[in-house]
């Protein structure tokens, strides 16, 4: 992608600067070598936290499930009617549930990411903890019967976990994370995919290049 087409695209322009902002590094300097150390003392629990069983990371088929169960709570509130509220009550906090697991592997391939995914990776995971918060409150709102109340914080947390979305593609898509040598084995192909073959002859800053 071309600087000019970056013009015409706010959200990666916004991407981009976390990239290269330094406001997350004293967190990541505090907590990545502390992460980075409690898988290597586990190194079949971050084998599978990275995927390795799969082949490719874990993390991106995880955040579909709380994804799922919360816009289906979302979809309920607007068209369910009043029959539907105990059950979007339900999928959100499955989807609560849900999330905390999908955290861990993201925080394990956010260790072992180069500089710029951490910093991106930093204002993700800070954007989830809002939506986080927001849907646990929704569901405590709805508990106590303020249903409505419940409603509008949870299309709150579905805007924020939007932007949060936004970033995860980035890192996946633009920067190449997580380094695929922790989530399978090294490709044993003498000609690499044709994407990939794209990735490495394509003209263009350096800052498309993966971020492994």
């Known amino acids: 992608m071309s600087h000019a087409d970056d013009r015409t695209s706010p959200a990666l322009r916004a991407a981009r600067s976390l990239e290269s902002s330094d406001a997350f590094d004293a967190v990541i300097e505090r907590w990545q070598p502390r992460v980075a150390a409690a898988l290597e003392r586990r190194p079949e629990l971050a084998a599978r936290l990275h995927g390795r069983d799969l082949g490719h990371a874990l993390h991106p088929l995880m955040t579909d499930l709380p994804l799922g169960l919360w816009m289906s709570a979302t979809t309920l509130d607007l068209v369910g009617g009043d029959s539907a509220r105990p059950h979007a009550e339900r999928l959100l906090g499955l989807g609560v549930l849900a999330a905390l697991p999908t955290s861990l592997t993201g ?51 579905t805007g924020v976990v939007s932007a949060s979305g936004y970033l995860g593609g980035h890192m996946s898509f633009r920067l190449g994370a997580p380094p695929r040598h922790h989530s399978g084995p090294a490709t044993t192909r003498t000609v690499p995919d044709a994407d990939e073959a794209d990735v490495a002859t394509a003209p263009g800053p350096p800052s498309t290049a993966p971020d492994a």
């Open 107 to 157: 925080l394990a391939d956010w260790a072992v990411s180069g500089r710029r995914t951490q910093r991106v990776g930093t204002a993700h995971a800070a954007l989830n903890s809002v939506a986080l918060g927001l849907y646990a409150g929704s569901w405590a709102l709805r508990r106590r019967g303020a249903h409505s109340a419940g409603v509008v914080a949870s299309l709150l947390a």
